[in-house]
């Protein structure tokens, strides 16, 4: 067998999963930052429905 490629390819797949599982904790980290972000407001903070439909 080749065993420098062998080792090649080794080294190789091990960078790609580190790589991955970085890259997927980043984008983890990003998406619960929009699901948290992302929920109907208080009727307090959207203010006055009926008012902003006459004034339209």
Do not use: C
Not at 18 to 42: G, T, W
């Amino acid at each position: 067998m080749n065993w420098p490629v062998i080792i090649g390819v080794g080294i190789l797949l091990i960078a790609l999963v580190v790589f991955l599982i970085r890259r997927n904790m980043k984008d983890e980290e990003e998406f619960e930052h929009l699901v948290n972000e992302d929920y109907h407001k208080s009727k307090d903070e959207e203010g006055d429905v009926q008012i902003d439909e006459i004034t339209k």
